[in-house]
């Protein structure tokens, strides 16, 4: 089971942001980055927000960095973490728009992206860039499907749909891989039902652990039925955590301990059928947060492995 992380600072919700976020920049990022792909971590991931209206801005706050200038930008300061969108909200773009940033990103980071989707759900962001927020999920089904055609191996892609017709358009740099990995984000049954169908893999949207087998069973069976045989990363999204005993309050619902405790309550995940785990640390400052990374590292994730 490989472990990835959510960067803070580029995301701040009042539902997970820490305090000592409000006043971080592009240097804690980068501090952060390098923490995650010394500890051997699998993934790095950023948020897609265009803008965020006055009504919701209360508890989204107005802070989304952008996830391509974020992820080109760390690219140049790591080796070998991979770089993940979670979630990408395509259909408010264009493929072709998006499939050039991501190609390019994919390309200058040597093969490093994952692309996560997903529908959105701010319904404001839709009407001021002209998309429909209502038809949204036919609009990210068939954004899959071009991308798939436009992040291929072709110099020209094709795709012939209801919303998007393109051929003869050429885009270079390809990305770097063969097949870049899509991810599909959500958990209501369209999002499973996509994810199983057009995904590499899946990112639920805080499923809690009772909820996941039955999730994962329903992949699995779609994914059957249509005859799919290509492996599916199936992801989840674990507690908050805080490896060793805290001296402070990190809420009741933190997984705190010793790194042997917290492997055994992770791997829990795995024996569900959870192949990358995302992780998140409760933490009062930059080097608070570093220092958890390096000791998941360290001190859980070799105990992950075990039965």
Known sequence: MEYGIQLPVQSQSTIYTEPWEAGAGPADLVEIARAADRAGFAYLA?????????????????????????????????????????????????????????????????????????????????EALGVDFGRRGAVLDECVDALR?????EEFPEHHGKLYDFEGLGQRPRPAQERVPLWIGGSSPAAVRRAALKGDGWLP?????????????????LR????????????????????GEPAWDVGRRTLAGRPREL?????????????????????????????????????VAPHLLKT
Do not use: N
């Not at 949207?205 to 087998?213: A, S, T, Y």
């Not at 059957?224 to 490896?243: F, S």
């Open 263 to 299: 492997a055994e309550s992770l791997r829990a995940y795995s024996a569900m059928g959870v192949d990358q785990l995302q992780v998140r640390f409760r933490s009062r400052s930059r080097t608070e947060l570093t220092d958890q990374i390096a000791a998941f590292g360290e001190q």
């Open 46 to 126: 950023s948020c897609d927000h265009v803008a965020i209206p006055r009504r919701l801005a209360p508890a989204m706050s107005t802070v989304w960095y952008d996830p391509v200038a974020t992820l080109a930008f760390l690219a140049g300061v790591t080796e070998r973490v991979r770089l993940l969108s979670h979630v990408a909200v395509v259909g408010l773009r264009h493929p072709l728009l998006t499939a050039k940033q991501y190609a390019t990103l994919d390309h200058l980071s040597g093969g490093r992206l994952i692309l996560g989707v997903g529908a959105g759900h701010v319904r404001e962001e839709f």
């Open 149 to 153: 055609a436009a992040l291929g191996p």
């Open 205 to 221: 949207q805080g499923d809690p652990r009772d909820r996941l087998p039955a999730q994962i069973a329903g992949l699995r069976r």
């Open 224 to 243: 059957a039925e249509a005859g799919i045989e290509r492996p599916l990363t199936v992801g989840a999204i674990a507690e908050p955590l805080y490896v």
